[in-house]
């Protein structure tokens, strides 16, 4: 990315672009706005990333419970952020078959009231029967190795959101 066209923003406009790279949690595009400039794309990447090592338990807990359900109401809707609206059609999250609707439904009840947190997977790095193939398996991983899992897949999705977000700024600068 050209990160002259990124570090020259002002602070609104920072969050403004990368405000939801990090579902629902603008408050993270703020916090990194701080270890402006950024070299590159992978320097940004990562002052995310280790914002987001550095939180107790409950920072992590509480950036997975912005993730709406996959497949859930706000999808029917079309209430969901554009991002996630997008990462899930692409996914085929909106034309399952009414048993897979039911199964992942029933999975995601299961798997909240086990961990407090909703099922959080890259949809992007994945299809409807892997989606389902990974909840059915998680759900049955011990609560630290969920969390851990559960934060990495956080990361993907902010990949690649930020490489999204890379060739709409190229395109807007012609470069
Ligand atoms: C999402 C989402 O909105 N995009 C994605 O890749 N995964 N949500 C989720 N609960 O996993």
């Not at 706005?33 to 002052?47: C, G, I, M, Q, V």
């Not at 999808?75 to 909106?94: D, F, I």
């Not at 049955?140 to 930020?162: A, D, F, T």
Request: hydrophobic share 35%; with cysteine.
């Amino acid at each position: 990315m050209e990160m002259r066209a990124v570090n020259s923003m002002s602070y609104e406009q920072f969050v403004d672009v990368f405000g939801n790279v990090i579902e629902k949690c603008p408050l993270i595009a703020a916090a990194v706005w701080t270890d402006h400039p950024f070299s590159n794309l992978s320097a940004l990447e990562k002052s995310i990333g280790d914002f987001i090592d550095s939180l107790p338990r409950s920072g992590k807990e509480g950036i997975l419970r912005c993730h709406p359900d996959l497949a859930g109401r706000d999808l029917l809707r079309g209430t969901l952020s554009p991002e996630s609206q997008g990462e899930q059609n692409r996914a085929g999250l909106t034309s399952l078959t009414p048993g897979q609707r039911s199964q992942l439904s029933e999975l995601n009840v299961s798997y909240k009231s086990r961990f407090n947190f909703p099922f959080v997977i890259c949809v992007r790095m994945n299809d409807r029967e892997t989606i389902i193939q990974q909840l059915s398996s998680r759900i049955r991983n011990i609560p630290e190795q969920e969390l851990h899992i559960s934060i990495q897949e956080v990361k993907k999705i902010c990949h690649l959101r930020l490489l999204d977000i890379s060739s709409q700024v190229a395109q807007a600068t012609k470069l």
